[in-house]
């Protein structure tokens, strides 16, 4: 791979994980506020908050600590591929067990948390029918899935064809087959 396909891959890969943490911060900054200053009062009726807006703060937080970290020279590339691709991977997984769960009825017997928006919800069937309602009556919701579906095949291809992290053998194997099909 040349080395203006690779930034461009690497600058695409940024925007991704921006915009992923961006609507992380988006969704779970404002009601992980109001949990907070609400806890109290809703431990004390038994009832637990939903989780999300704290994992998604905390989501986001890491995506957007990777960015930093790599210019900082704390973590390699190899890593950071390595790395954004097992969270982006982690954050559909999450979206899926969400919905295929129940909207936290596992959390406390008989406890549903509001959906996101939209409607559309169809309870009972296959997980992947209730996956594939969401993702087509949810439209933010499969927007964000769709760029971080692209951001794994992205850093999938960094970790693949990056000639910054392919050993020396490699490379030029690479590098030789890019120019050959130019």
Same mark, same amino acid.
């Given at each position: #791979?040349?080395?203006? !396909? !690779? =930034? ?16 992380? %911060? ?37 995506? %957007? ?22 969270? #982006?991977?982690? $954050? ?22 509001? @959906? $996101? ?9 296959? !997980?992947? %029918?209730?996956? %594939? ?8 919701? @499969?927007?964000? =899935? !769709? ?13 693949? =064809? ?13 590098? @030789?087959?890019? $120019? $050959?099909?130019?």
């Amino acid at each position: #791979m040349d080395r203006r !396909t !690779t =930034k461009l891959l690497r600058g695409t890969a940024a925007t991704l994980v921006f915009a992923t943490a961006a609507f992380h %911060l988006w969704w779970g900054l404002p009601r992980s506020i109001i949990y907070a200053q609400a806890i109290e009062g809703l431990f004390g009726r038994g009832l637990p908050p939903d989780p999300r807006p704290f994992l998604f703060v905390a989501f986001a937080a890491v995506l %957007l600590a990777g960015p930093y970290l790599i210019t900082r020279g704390i973590v390699g590339l190899r890593n950071a591929y390595i790395a954004g691709t097992v969270l #982006m991977i982690a $954050s559909i997984a999450g979206w899926v067990f969400w919905h295929a769960t129940g909207h936290g009825a596992f959390l406390v017997d008989g406890f549903s948390a509001p @959906s $996101s928006g939209g409607g559309g919800h169809h309870h009972g069937g296959s !997980t992947a %029918l209730l996956i %594939l309602d969401h993702f087509t009556t949810e439209p933010v919701e @499969s927007a964000i =899935k !769709t760029i971080e579906a692209f951001a794994v095949t992205i850093f999938v291809t960094l970790l693949w =064809k990056d000639p910054a992290i392919i050993p020396g053998e490699r490379r030029e194997n690479v590098e @030789s087959n890019a $120019s $050959s099909e130019s």
